[in-house]
């Protein structure tokens, strides 16, 4: 397997839109690997191709669209009202999709074993996770863990933004000099607006709040830790 080279589970998304930049720093040779899976707006697809050939990555994607229709959710089916708040009785959102996570990263492996590349990355965020299982560090640990005795591999998964919130997400964009692309050119939305997306989304206030967390706290003079090294 070769080590020089790494997969980026892509969205194009501010998340792995910061994860593709940090792997261009650590690493020579880039892919990234975008999932259609049955999503409500798949013009995210378009944009992740844009960025990918932007930042000059190879970049493909595949059709999983199965994993849309195991379980409802608002990600994926029309007929649900997307939760905007976590729900009083707790338990993730009803925009978790069940699995996601799992299967994302699971085909990326057997993707990359195929390409020779041991690295994986994937821009999930325990500080910041939305109530979503799937994101926990414990999670890909063991995740990790299952794939290399599966396929008797030495796979690295790499979680960039695993301990840090959005407002050290965007600090760490700004690092990148990925700042204004990253805030022009992704699409996080859940409403599948691009840029600032449609502001009232949770995908869309998490990102907002911690964006302008980040520019008073720069505007104040905070200095951010290295964030690209550590």
């Known amino acids: 397997m070769n080590r020089d080279k790494v997969l980026v589970v892509f969205s194009g998304g501010q998340d792995s839109t910061t994860c593709l930049y940090w792997a261009k720093r650590h690493f020579k040779e880039v892919w990234a690997l975008t999932f259609i899976y049955g999503q409500k707006h798949v013009a995210e697809v378009a944009c992740a191709e844009r960025i990918a050939l932007q930042a000059g990555v190879h970049w ?8 849309g ?21 707790g338990g993730p959102p009803n925009t978790f999709v069940p699995g996601r996570n799992l299967f994302f990263i ?8 195929e390409r020779s590349i041991s690295h994986l990355v994937t821009g999930v965020s325990e500080t910041d996770y939305s109530g979503y ?3 926990r560090d414990a999670f890909i640990k063991s995740l990790n863990v299952s794939l290399n005795l599966s396929m008797d591999e030495q796979f690295v998964l790499h979680t960039p933004l695993m301990w840090l919130d959005k407002c050290e997400t ?15 050119e992704t699409m996080t ?7 600032d997306g449609c502001g009232h989304c949770p995908s869309c206030k998490l990102r907002r709040e911690g964006m302008e967390r980040y ?5 104040e003079g ?7 090294y550590g």
């Open 189 to 195: 939305c859940y409403n599948a607006i691009q840029g």
């Open 106 to 113: 699971s085909i990326a492996a057997v993707y990359a074993r």
């Open 133 to 135: 299982p799937d994101c």
């Open 215 to 219: 520019l008073k706290e720069k505007a």
């Open 170 to 184: 965007w600090a760490l964009a700004d690092q990148l000099g990925v700042f204004d692309l990253v805030r022009r």
């Open 60 to 67: 493909d994607k595949m059709d999983i669209s199965f994993v």
């Open 222 to 228: 905070k200095e951010f830790k290295d964030l690209i």
């Open 69 to 89: 229709s195991l379980a409802r959710n608002s990600l994926t089916d029309t007929t649900m009202k997307m939760d905007e708040m976590q729900p009083a009785a």
